[in-house]
Antibody, heavy 121, light 111 residues
């Protein structure tokens, strides 16, 4: 079955960086995109961006002032998300989800289990 | 404040039908058929239940259906079951720089 498995929880200090991985299985990695989303504690969902493992093309939400980067490693079917210069309001559960091949706007399925990133001094 | 407006909570008894609304603008919900709905149980990752306004993914119960009229989309759950109790979020493509917007979520209680 299609499955996305994310790396474990992280605790970071303000100003540090975090890199979250998302390993895909059960489908051909390059035939779909990967979308990244986050959910702050007790809050709603926020779309961060999308990457095509096939082409490397990306779209992102323009909310992160250049702090956010997505990459993929097709040899291991793994996607990565890096967020730099962390602030306390970046504390959230970060999710990866499979998305469309051409863009990452209209469906996200399935989702990884989530990775809690806590930013605290 | 979320870009799409959903009611904070809805409730219904087992066997009844409920509808959750999701109101946006012509720049998102009203302008494109890229509306999707997600079910999230406490402590779990969201699950896609409707995409492209009306389409149901394989494996999702046909008790879930979606629709849209103007700038408002809706998720209807018929024959409510206890397992449907969860938070529900709508999302849409948007022409703004954020590209995708979500509603604030609706807590469904099955009485």
């Amino acid at each position: 079955q299609v499955q996305l498995v994310q790396s474990g929880a992280e605790v970071k200090k303000p100003g540090a960086s975090v890199k979250v991985s998302c390993k895909a299985s059960g489908y051909t990695f390059t035939t779909y995109g990967i979308t990244w989303l986050r959910q702050a504690p007790g809050q709603g969902l926020e779309w961060m961006g999308w990457i095509s493992p096939h082409t490397g093309n990306t779209n992102d939400a323009q909310n992160f002032q250049g702090r956010f980067t997505m990459t993929t490693d097709t040899s291991t079917s793994t996607a990565y998300m890096e967020l730099r210069n962390l602030r306390s309001d970046d504390t959230a559960v970060y999710y990866c989800a499979r998305g469309g091949y051409f863009d990452g706007y209209n469906w996200f399925d399935p989702w990884g289990q989530g990775t809690l990133v806590t930013v605290s001094s | 404040q979320s870009a799409l407006t959903q009611p904070a909570s809805v409730s219904g008894s087992p066997g009844q039908s409920i509808t959750i609304s999701c109101t946006g603008t012509s720049s998102d919900v009203g302008g494109y058929n890229y509306v999707s709905w997600y079910q999230q149980h406490p402590g779990k990752a969201p699950k896609l239940v409707i995409y492209d306004v009306t389409n149901r993914p394989s494996g999702v119960s046909n008790r879930f259906s979606g629709s849209k009229s103007g700038n408002t989309a809706a998720l209807t759950i018929s024959g409510l079951q206890a397992e449907d109790e969860a938070d529900y979020y709508c999302s849409s493509y948007t022409t703004s720089s954020t590209l995708v917007v979500f509603g604030g979520g609706t807590q469904l209680t099955v009485l």
